[in-house]
Nanobody, 121 residues
Framework: VQLQASGGGLVQAGGSLRLSCAAS??????MGWFRQAPGKEREFVAA????????FYADSVKGRFTISRDNAKNTVYLQMNSVKPEDTAVYYC?????????????????WGQGTLVTVSS
């Protein structure tokens, strides 16, 4: 499985951005987004099951971010609305093969290269 994240950039606080993660290889997995700010641990942002019927969010982004997927295009999206300066980070997409928590980066098996999101105040 190979994952390619894109869509990062500079955005003003209160604005919107959409990240994409294109997957190749076997893609019938749970997909997640994580982020890592300078000097901080990698943290969970959102996850979605293969069917898209279930989604999971960190409290810090709930109501502002939306995760979705288009299995026909093998692509997962993260729509980021009402962004805040504290959302500034490198965002990574990842896929999870087995069982285990959706919220722990340790449970994910494949990772994309990351895309930088910078939110200016």
């Amino acid at each position: 499985v190979q994952l390619q994240a894109s869509g990062g950039g500079l955005v003003q606080a209160g604005g919107s951005l959409r990240l994409s993660c294109a997957a190749s290889g076997r893609t019938s997995y749970v997909m997640g987004w994580f982020r890592q700010a300078p000097g901080k641990e990698r943290e969970f942002v959102a996850a979605i099951t293969w069917s898209g019927s279930s989604t999971f969010y960190a409290d810090s982004v709930k109501g502002r971010f939306t995760i979705s997927r288009d299995n026909a295009k093998n692509t997962v999206y993260l729509q980021m609305n009402s962004v805040k300066p504290e959302d500034t980070a490198v965002y990574y997409c990842a896929s999870k093969v087995g069982s285990g928590s959706y919220y722990s980066h340790l449970m994910y098996d494949y990772w994309g290269q990351g895309t930088l999101v910078t939110v200016s105040s």
